[in-house]
T-cell receptor, first 116, second 115 residues
Framework: AQKITQTQPGMFVQEKEAVTLDCTYD???????LFWYKQPSSGEMIFLIY??????QNATEGRYSLNFQKARKSANLVISASQLGDSAMYFC?????????????FGQGTRLTINP | GAVVSQHPSWVICKSGTSVKIECRSL??????MFWYRQFPKQSLMLMAT?????????EQGVEKDKFLINHASLTLSTLTVTSAHPEDSSFYIC???????????FGQGTRLTVV
């Protein structure tokens, strides 16, 4: 069974600093997708970034990048130049298979707080 | 990007009543939708997979008679919490995909409080 682990319940970072949120995963599948979502206090799930298991390059989306280390089964999210608005819960998730109609399994989440 | 609309965003109901939550894909057809439940300070847990035109697939431990799912069209799935009790109070959120690999689209979520 697939599993996602986020070992940091909370992170506190100074504004404008970079922050890395850890995520490790476990799957026996060769094809899978890894996601990061941001959940502010309103509850909505905001998609940040996606990495496919066969993607050779690390995914980047603006200030977000995903440090994908396949051999170590880790998919850490890096946020550069953090902003106050980045304060939220962050979830790492995995989908087995590469097509869309597969369920996501989520990690426990990391609460990120950006201090001014 | 694609939009998924969930309604209502919050609801308060009396114990013993039923509550229906709608999840709509606004600009794409979704043959599959997913319903998640999230307790305070916890992660999202998949409840069931909603398949258009067929019965939903429930995760282990989820009562299918308690949480009725109907996916009658390619753009609408509904979750009905029947005979709600205070322990059903939670945040329910749906997601849908257009079968593209890179994103799962989420509704805004519904905060259910049973009193």
């Amino acid at each position: 069974a697939q599993k996602i682990t986020q070992t940091q319940p909370g992170m506190f970072v100074q504004e404008k600093e970079a922050v890395t949120l850890d995520c490790t995963y476990d799957t026996s599948d060769q094809s899978y997708g890894l996601f990061w979502y941001k959940q502010p206090s309103s509850g909505e799930m905001i998609f940040l970034i996606y990495q496919g298991s066969y993607d050779e390059q690390n995914a980047t989306e603006g200030r977000y990048s995903l440090n994908f280390q396949k051999a170590r089964k880790s998919a850490n999210l890096v946020i550069s130049a953090s902003q106050l608005g980045d304060s939220a819960m962050y979830f790492c998730a995995m989908r087995e298979g590469i097509q869309g109609a597969q369920k996501l399994v989520f990690g426990q989440g990391t609460r990120l707080t950006i201090n001014p | 990007g694609a939009v998924v609309s969930q309604h209502p965003s919050w609801v308060i109901c009396k114990s013993g009543t039923s509550v229906k939550i709608e999840c709509r894909s606004l600009d794409f057809q979704a043959t599959t939708m997913f319903w998640y439940r999230q307790f305070p300070k916890q992660s999202l847990m998949l409840m069931a997979t909603s398949n258009e035109g067929s019965k939903a697939t429930y995760e282990q431990g989820v009562e299918k008679d308690k949480f009725l799912i109907n996916h009658a069209s390619l753009t609408l799935s509904t979750l009905t919490v029947t005979s709600a009790h205070p322990e059903d109070s939670s945040f329910y959120i749906c997601s849908a995909t257009n079968n593209g690999p890179t994103e799962a689209f989420f509704g805004q979520g519904t905060r259910l409080t049973v009193v």
